[in-house]
Structures are given as C-alpha cells and as structure tokens.
C-alpha cells in the first residue's frame, strides 16, 4: 500500500506522551514518549523487567495506562480497547504462542482475516465458504509464509518455530497498517531465524513493525530505529549504530558485549 | 420498638452469617483457585449434623456447635485428600462439574436420610426468650449468634493477617510455586484452608438452623447467597464478604418487612447492579 | 472428510431416528418429552460445545418460554404459533438481560452468575404467583388447532399429531442451528472457545458474540419451554427451577457434540433414567451427581472430543488482564 511518503513523514503512526502503568506501587512504564515513523521497522529492546510487554500491552491496547496517551495515525485510542484497534489497523503477536491450537492452521489464518470484515464477521446464515475473501487471504498467506502442506493440520501441533511463524502471519492476516511483533523469535532455533527476518523484512515494506526482540542479531540489522528501555523508561533511542556505541546501554546491559 | 431497628438487627445477625458462608468460598478461591460449587453443601451438612447431634442424639446445642465443624472440617478435608485434590491441575469447567455433582450426592444423602420435610431445631434453653433493656427487645439468640459471630470474624482477622500460617496463605495465593521453594507444604495447606473453609460454612449452618430451620435445599440457597456476597463484596477479600455479607443480610431483612415479595430477588438485583457499576465488586482486586 | 460423513448420517439418521423414537419408548408422549428436551439441549450446546460457556441458567429460558406460551394460550387466548413465538421471543430476551450481566465476567465468575441469576428468576416466578399460578403452576395451558388456510385445521390435541409436530420444529430448529454454526458467525463461536485471549486480539468484539449466543440460545430453549407447556397442559415452577438448569445441562453433557443423534441421545438418556429410575428409587439424582463426578474426573474421549477439551484444558498462555474490565 504505497503511501504518500511526504505527506506521512511528520505523521507519527504511533505516538504516545508520558505514558505510564503501574501496579500498585510497581511502576512497570514511567513517561514514555514513543514516536514511531510510518513504514519503519521501529525495535523496542532492553534487559529484562525492562517494561518492554507492558509497553507493549499498553500500545495494543490489552492494558489501560494509568497516565499518558497513545495516538496511532494521528487518532488517540488511549481509552479504545484491543478489539477496536486492530480495526484501526493494529495487529499484535503474543510473546508466548497463542493460537487457536485444535483449529487448523488454515482456519487460524482465516478467522484473523475474517476478524477485521466486521458485518460480514457476524453473518449467521450464510456458508462459511462464502466469505470467500478471508479464505482467499489465509490461502495467500499460506503461501507467503511457506505453510501450504501445513493447511490442514491443527496448529498446536506445529513446530515452535513454525507457530512463531503462524503468529506472525496471523498479524498479516487482518492486513494492517502496524504490527507489534512482541519478541517473535522467541524460542526460535537458530536455522529458523533467516526466515522469520525475512518475513519481517518483507512485512516492513508494506507496514510499519513495532517489534521487541531479545535477538540482537535481527534487531540491529532490520530495525531503522531502536528505543532501549531500562526499569520502565526509555534510557536511549536511535539508528543501531547509534545505540551499539551508546554508554549508558552497554551499562544496562551490564556490558557484557552484547550488542556486538 | 421500631421495626426497621428490629429487621436491621435481624439483618446484621444474617448478614454474620452470610459473611461465615461467603469467607470459606472466598479463601477457598482465592487461594486455591479453586471453585467449589459443594460448598452450600457443607452449610446444609452442618445444619443436619446440628440435628442429629442436638436433637436425635439428644446432646444439646453446644455439643452440636463445638463436634460439628470439627466434623465438617474432617469430612472436608478426607474430601481433599480422596477426591478434590486430583481436580487441581483440571479446567475450572470440570472443577465445576466435580464439586456440583458433589452437592448433588450430598443433597440427595441427606433426603435420604432424614426426608424431603424442613426440620425444626429448637434455640437452645440458654439463649431462649428476649432481651429486655428499656424499649429495646430482642431475642437472645440472635444476640449471641451476633456476638459470636463477630468474635470469630476477629478471630479469622488476626489468624489471616497476624499470624505465619495466615501469611503462608496469603503468598501461597499469589506465589504459589516461590512459597513451596521456601519450605512451606502447599498441599497440607489447601488442606488444612479447604478443610477451614468448609467448617465455617457448616457453623453457619449450625448457628443459622434455629432461625430458618433445617431442609434439604438449603445447600443450594447457601450457595447462591454465598455467590452473591463474593460478587458484591470482591473474591478473595476478607473485608468483601464483611461488608457483602452484611449488606445482603440487612437488605433482605428490611425489605421483607417493606416488600416481601422482593426480598428475595432484591439481593440478585443488588449483585447485578454492583456488576454494572464494579465488576471487580466492592473490594475486589482485578 | 470424517466430518462429511457425520453430517450425511446425519441427514439421513434424521427421519429414521424421529420416526422409530416413538415406538421405542412406551409411548407418544413421552417421545415428545425427548424432542422437547432435545431442543433445549440444542441451545445448551450451542452455547457449551461451541462457545465453550457453561450456563447453569438455561431453566431460565425453558420456564420463560413455558410460563410465556402458557400466558399467551390460557389469558390471552392465542393461537399455538403465537404462544410458541411468545415463548421464543421472550426466552430471547431473558437471555439477553441474563447475558448481559453474566457475560461481564469471565470463567468461574460466569458460571456462578448463571446460577444466581437461576435464582433470581425462580424467586420471581414464586413471588408473583398471580401471573404464574405460584405452586399450583399455570394451569389450564391449552393445545390449540393451528388454523390452516382454506379453513381446515390442524388438529394436535392427540399424542401422536403432537410427537410429529414437535418432531418437525425439532428438525427446524435443528438445521436452523446447524446453518447458524457453519456461518462466519458461528465459526467466530468456536474460536472464542479455543482462545478467548486470541479472538479480541484478532479484532473480534468477543462480548458481542457471546451475547448473540445467548439470544440464539434462548431462542430455542425458549421455544423448547414454549412447546412443554401446551404438551402437559401446565406450566409450573418445575420449568424455572435449578433443577431444570442441571437437567438441560447434563443431558447436553451426556449427548455432547453437534450431532443430531447427540442432542436426541442425551435427552433420551435423561428422560429414560428419570422415568424407569423415579418408579423404584426416588433419589435417583443421586446417581445424577456420581455420574457427574465421574465425567469430570474421567473426561470420556473420542465421541465428545470438545467435551475432552474443555475439561482438559489449561489455562491459555499469553492471557492478559482484560483493559476493558
């Protein structure tokens, strides 16, 4: 979907102010100001306990902030819940897999698709088969992301490297303007790293991913821009080079190297 | 004197006892995160043993009041042990199912045993006739079952927030996996909590059969009652079911004076209005 | 390609099944009986086998439909398609004041709403007993010949005219549901089941999808209340009690699945053991509750796999607390 670049170049597609949780006396996320410039690949990352899924969580909507605002597309969706966000055009992936296990990987994709078709979601006396769009997506997605003789099989039974995949697709699948990829190479064996970079790569070109990872490798070679955040604020943000040579991040990592 | 001091009096002296129902079902829950839909039926099992032990064994009210939680707390616990304790690590579908189907043989036990007719459990000689102190009357039962009451609600207080045992539940609801590394037995716990729960349903099954007498559906009543203070007053909170206790039981009483028609239904009503406005409940913590 | 070949047996076990029914049993009532139940489970299991959430309400509908259907023939003196709408319609709509609330909550929470609000409507039809007839029950609920056009009538006062009218409706409201299921909608039912957490996340407003359920569910339990009161001729407390509630749910639980033979198994099942059991030993519910205890803790595989999954499932990773409350 090629947009009108210079008309969206200062139109953040995710902007939040001082966005804050707490849980009770634990301040998961402190002020954040986030910018996310359109069609980027914008990377969240930081140690551990760092706030990063809360973050997350508050930006797709799963959790409401105690202070602060969120602004996707110029619109604020601080109070909208998660469900109505994604019709705004934000899709998400969980961390931890969660998928429609028993259904079948095919069914997985179809339903995500036929999530964002609101009346014709909630049609109850015509045939399945005749929402032929959403079948006509998950058949498309099959295909991109290699799965097509995994169709008929329930997606619990998939290789965790393959689920991570199916995650992902399924965020592809509502055809969105953003994807929050929440540490989707988690768990990945390393041979299936290349093709979830790819995959992501590939996304980025029609999309902007928020993505947080762990995997230094994939963060510093896809990502336009990286926030590192340490104990609920954002300690630092830039291009990868900028934040390799970063003082303060190597600190919060304990230098321990690595972000070489 | 007044009517509606006499049903608000009333009221907090059912209220109490809700509370006792209500308190088992919400540290049961709290803690074990698990649903037990048998726990009316401990209340019924207490008013029957109250019976049987006050009147067919001709032993008196305060032999029932002091054997029969004891009792109830065994059965509970043999309970745990035998049957429950494989329900755990089951959905809470089937946890539903298990300790329904429970209530349902306990129900039906004890039609069996002592028939489908309400029996009548007469107040003890000690607490008979009222109390009388300028204009205000009232029965001495209903006093004591206050006072009592109101002392074990201390009681439970200080067991839960003063003392290790009360720490140790606590933290095991929360960090349940963090405070078995630390020594302590989680599944003696349960138990021992199960079996602690149970017994205070069936107290209130004991204090409460002089006042409403003893039938067989009452498990059911105690249970939906039960359901309705946790809801009004938060799962999980002590001051929840206090204050929903209370709440439920003076609203009851005074409107079966006002409107006794609505007596009943008022109190589900209550619950439906506190899920609109707090669906956490009063106290409730998300 | 299993499930193909479910549906064709389906389609032809139909008239076969319907047809023998009457003949196994001792008699045309109480193969109506069955089909009357069978209904009721029929909106049972759409909301437990396919939306995966357990109602001890479903008395509510089934007395709402009879005391509604009884209203509407013995004072209003309408006509059966009347009262059997009245009946449907208000079913509807108790299910929709019953989810409302209920479906503000989740798990455990849900299920403990249903009961209350079980009570909550056994009280109220106890209470105003000059609508319901209190214990005595709504008496005098008439059976009337449905008007046909060109002035004949149909005529259902007797047991076997009655089975086959309520063994149509059954087939009706059976592929009604069936049509409904294999829809978008229906599809949407299913995930909710699987991964609650998954279907908001995805975009689907999953509170309005199960407040949907509910009004098809009390639609047809509805209407299964609706046609029990014209078949005996009284609507009682019995209709709305919890006892009701369990028995619905145990006879879907027992018939399990989305079939026809299912739904039909279950309520026979049920209806049967009360029937043959209650001659010789009043305190068959006992067995009831042992028969509960043990699907619980054997969970039966095969025949009722969503049945297997429910009971054997943990609690979904990923699960984030719900910002919407």
């Not at chain 2, 008196?60 to 707390?73: E, I, R, Y």
């Not at chain 3, 001729?233 to 009690?241: K, P, V």
């Not at chain 3, 198994?265 to 006992?286: D, H, I, N, Q």
């Amino acid at each position: 979907m090629p947009q009108a670049e210079a008309a969206s170049r200062d139109a953040p597609m995710i902007e939040t102010r001082g966005l804050s949780r707490r849980f009770g006396d634990f301040h998961a996320v402190s002020d954040v100001d986030l910018r996310v410039a359109p069609n980027q690949v914008h990377s969240v990352i930081g140690p551990n306990g760092a706030g990063k899924s809360t973050l997350f969580n508050l930006l797709a909507g799963a959790l409401a902030p105690t202070r602060g605002t969120i602004a996707f597309a110029g619109r604020d969706v601080t109070r909208l819940p998660d469900a109505e966000r994604v019709h705004l055009g934000m899709a998400r992936s969980f961390q931890i897999t969660s998928l429609f296990a028993q259904l079948t990987v095919r069914e997985n994709l179809r339903l995500a698709a036929q999530a964002v078709m609101r009346g014709r979601a909630a049609c109850f006396w015509k045939p399945v088969a005749s929402l032929g769009e959403a079948a006509d997506i998950a058949d498309g997605l099959l295909a991109r992301l290699g799965m097509q003789r995994l169709a008929g099989l329930p997606a619990g039974t998939l290789a965790h490297g393959q689920q991570r995949m199916l995650e992902v697709g399924m965020c592809l699948a509502a055809r969105p303007r953003l994807l929050l990829l929440d540490e989707p190479t988690s768990g990945m064996g390393v041979d299936d790293l290349p093709m979830m970079r790819e995959l992501i790569r590939d996304a980025a070109r029609d999309h902007t991913v928020v993505l947080i990872e762990h995997n230094m490798g994939i963060v510093l070679t896809i990502s336009d821009r990286i926030t590192v955040m340490a104990q609920g604020r954002v300690l630092a943000e830039g291009t990868a080079d900028q934040i390799r040579g970063h003082p303060d991040v190597q600190r919060a990592y304990l230098g321990t190297g690595a972000l070489s | 004197m007044s009517l509606y001091l006499l049903q608000i009096f009333n009221g907090v002296g059912i209220g109490m006892l809700y509370f006792l129902i209500a308190v088992g079902l919400s540290i049961i829950f709290g803690l074990l995160r698990f649903v037990n839909f048998a726990h009316g039926a401990f209340f019924m099992v207490g008013a029957y043993l109250a019976y049987a032990v006050s009147v067919s064994l001709g032993m008196g009210f305060w032999s029932a009041l002091a054997a029969v939680p004891a009792l109830v707390f065994v059965l509970a616990v043999a309970l745990e042990r035998v049957l429950l304790r494989r329900a755990y690590r089951l959905s809470h579908m089937a946890q539903i199912l298990l300790t329904f189907g429970l209530s349902m043989i306990l129900q039906e036990l004890a039609i069996v045993i002592w028939g489908t007719d309400g029996l009548h459990m007469p107040t003890p000689d000690a607490l008979g006739g009222v109390v009388e102190w300028g204009g205000f009357i009232y029965p001495k039962y209903r006093l004591f079952v206050m006072a009592f009451t109101a002392a074990l609600a201390g009681l439970l207080w200080w067991l839960l927030e003063g003392t290790r045992l009360g720490a140790v539940v606590r933290a095991g609801s929360e960090f349940g996996d963090m405070t078995a590394l630390l020594g302590h037995d989680i599944p003696r716990v349960f138990m021992l909590v199960f079996g602690l729960g149970a017994a205070l349903a069936a107290l209130a099954g004991v204090l409460a059969a002089p006042i409403r007498g003893v039938e067989p559906f009452m498990g059911l009543d105690g249970l939906s009652i039960a359901f309705v203070v946790v809801v009004i007053g938060g799962m999980g909170s002590f001051a929840g079911a206090l204050v929903g206790g209370l709440l439920v039981g003076v609203l009851q009483s005074v409107l079966s004076s006002v409107w006794p028609e609505m007596a009943r239904p008022v109190i589900y009503l209550c619950m439906a209005l506190v899920l609109l406005t707090r669906p956490y409940g009063l106290f409730g913590r998300g | 390609m299993r499930d193909t070949a479910l549906r064709a047996a389906d389609l032809l076990a139909a008239p076969i099944l319907l047809a023998v029914l009457p003949f196994v049993l001792p008699s045309y009532d109480q193969a109506t009986e069955v089909i009357v139940f069978a209904i009721a489970v029929l909106g049972c299991n759409l909301l437990l086998g396919y939306t995966g959430l357990l109602s001890f309400g479903q008395g509510i509908f089934f007395g709402v439909g009879a005391y509604a259907a009884g209203y509407a023939g013995s004072q209003l003196g309408l006509g059966l398609p009347a009262m059997l709408a009245a009946g449907a319609l208000l079913g509807m709509a108790a299910a929709l004041f019953v989810g409302a609330f209920a479906i503000r909550q989740r798990g455990v929470y849900f299920v403990m709403l249903t009961l209350a609000f079980a009570q909550l409507f056994y009280f109220l039809a106890y209470t105003y007993r000059d609508v319901t007839g209190g214990d005595n029950g709504m008496t005098d609920v008439p059976r009337p010949p449905i008007a046909l056009p060109g002035g004949a009538a149909l005529d259902l006062g007797s047991a076997p005219a009655f089975y086959v009218f309520c063994a149509a409706l059954f087939l009706l409201a059976f592929f009604g549901l069936r049509r409904v299921i294999d829809s978008p909608f229906g599809s949407t039912l299913v995930a909710i089941r699987e991964n609650e957490t998954r279907a908001a996340a995805v975009g689907y407003s999953v509170r309005g999808f199960k407040l949907a359920a509910f009004a098809f569910s009390g639609l047809l339990t509805g209407l299964a209340g609706a046609l029990h009161a014209p078949f005996l001729g009284i609507a009682t407390l019995t209709t709305i009690d919890v006892t009701m509630s369990q028995a619905i749910l145990i006879m879907t639980l027992i018939g399990g699945g989305g079939t026809l033979a299912g739904s039909l198994a279950g309520a026979l099942f049920y209806v049967v053991l009360s029937s043959w059991l209650s001659a010789f030993w009043p305190r068959w519910p006992m067995l009831i509750g042992f028969l509960l205890v043990a699907i619980s803790l054997c969970a039966p595989g095969g025949l009722w796999g969503w049945l297997q999954n429910a009971l054997l499932s943990r609690r979904q990773p990923g699960e984030v607390r719900d910002a919407a409350g």
